[in-house]
């Protein structure tokens, strides 16, 4: 029988194992140092920012940044209602609230003319998600939250090595945010990277990540912060995996391509349109008979994930009297299929074979 392929899965080899080898041996420290410079130091090179802090997650990123900005208790923020859940418990977290915004059906990422009817006296700020890599008119937001004085965070947690007309996504707003875990292009177990241009916000975030003060070994602290620091053995992996990053976004749309190519013919399944400046994290498809679909790749070993429930549908968030049709209409439909970047152009099109034997009945 073949052997079951995850839906997605962390890449590591024998570069991340001979590196984490030798720092152990060199007396190090294991918390944040070196290391961890050199990994922010990539990051905001690849991304083309100005600075880079790396913290232990790509929630916790999300809501320092608020922080950092001054939000906080009676401030709305904008969130779509089609994302990971953190994007809108960030905004809990700092005590805001989070006002959620139907999504546009081209990108899947929030619609800017919904959002525009849900701006309040209260109104402070977007985090706008950039789905699967997949951007919206990224200077339109820009205007947007320009005129009407809102903090712009962009939330690229899913966009690592995807690019809006030449920028790297992330790199809109005042602050980008991106996270490491486990199935994301790169990963360091956890962790979570913030990216900005912007100097004053950038010394506040550092402030925040460590007691609120600027640099150790000191025990005056300058104003109230906590402890999100990351650790150089995490940033080791981050080192070797960045490394890799380049080849991983080639990969992923080589890959997304070939579903494409083989599944293209079948009429029960709708690819959302996918620019070449989009390294797509995860293969997502819009499929009917999702769930019996879901079943049947698990029978033939093949793992799948339903795309993520709307968010005005989750326990803590429920909304009854408020719409949001388009979320609705692509979370019920949608399918994250195998998206390793290791995956072979073979097991690939068996996928795909196993899917059309599915619809062919
Ligand atoms: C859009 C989005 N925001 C935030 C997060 C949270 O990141 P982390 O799991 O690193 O806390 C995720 C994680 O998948 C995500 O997809």
Redesign the pocket.
């Given at each position: 029988m073949a052997e079951f392929i995850n839906q997605m899965e962390p890449w590591i080899d024998a570069n991340e194992v001979d590196h984490m080898s030798e720092y152990l041996n060199s007396g190090a420290w294991l918390t944040e140092f070196k290391k961890t410079e050199e990994f922010e130091n990539r990051i905001a090179e690849y991304t083309g920012s100005r600075f880079c802090c790396v913290v232990p997650?790509?929630?916790?990123?999300?809501a320092i940044a608020l922080w950092a900005y001054g939000i906080g208790p009676g401030d709305e923020i904008l969130v779509p209602d089609l994302?990971?859940i953190?994007?809108a418990n960030?905004v809990k977290m700092v005590g805001a609230v989070p006002v959620l915004v139907d999504i546009e059906p081209e990108t899947l990422c929030m619609d800017l003319s919904v959002a525009k009817r849900s701006l309040t006296a209260s109104t402070k700020g977007v985090i706008l998600?950039t789905?699967n890599g997949r951007s919206p008119a990224m200077t339109d937001w820009r205007a947007f939250c320009t005129s009407n004085d809102l903090f712009f965070l962009e939330?690229?947690?899913?966009s690592l090595g995807s690019f809006h007309r030449g920028k790297h996504l992330g790199t809109f707003g005042e602050v980008g945010?991106f996270?490491?875990?486990a199935?994301?292009i790169i990963t360091t177990g956890?962790?979570?990277a913030l990216v900005t241009d912007n100097e004053g916000l950038f010394r506040e975030i550092k402030l925040i990540k460590d007691f609120g003060r600027i640099r150790g070994g000191t025990d005056w602290h300058e104003s109230l912060g906590y402890n999100f620091k990351f650790t150089d053995i995490q940033a080791v992996i981050g080192i070797e995996q960045m490394k890799k990053l380049p080849w991983r976004v080639a990969r992923k749309k080589e890959i997304f391509q070939l579903y494409r190519t083989e599944l293209g013919n079948i009429s029960e399944i709708e690819f959302i349109p996918t620019s070449e400046e989009t390294s797509p994290?995860f293969i997502d498809i819009f499929v009917r008979r999702r769930d019996e679909l879901i079943e049947y790749l698990k029978k033939n070993n093949i793992g799948s994930r339903p795309l993520y429930p709307p968010i005005h549908c989750q326990k803590i968030y429920k909304r009854s009297s408020e719409k949001f049709p388009v979320a609705e209409q692509y979370c019920n439909a949608g399918l994250w299929l195998p998206s390793s970047s290791f995956l072979s152009d073979k097991q690939v099109r068996e996928i795909c074979r196993i899917i059309l034997g599915f619809f062919s009945g």
């Open positions: 997650n790509g929630t916790v990123s999300l994302t990971m953190a994007s960030a998600v789905l939330d690229a947690a899913q945010s996270s490491f875990s199935p994301k956890q962790g979570g994290w």
